[in-house]
């Protein structure tokens, strides 16, 4: 999977800690979702999108497997 939390994040000019803090999680997992070490949860995944105002489809992309 695909997502652009990294860079809608630097758009809006906040850290992963500022994200962090508004989601309610550790700067580690921000870290993770974006270097796509970690999937976060169904429910993560529509704050994040509603934070950055988009489609969750918009912001994390399944990509199809070969």
Do not use: G, W
């Amino acid at each position: 999977m695909k997502n652009y939390v990294r860079e809608q994040r630097v758009k809006k000019n906040i850290t992963q800690e500022e994200l962090a803090t508004i989601m309610n999680v550790s700067r580690q997992t921000i870290n993770a979702i974006e270097t796509n070490r970690y999937l976060p949860s169904i429910i993560l995944a529509l704050k994040l999108s509603r934070f950055f105002e988009l489609n969750v489809n918009d912001l994390f992309v399944l990509e199809d497997e070969i």
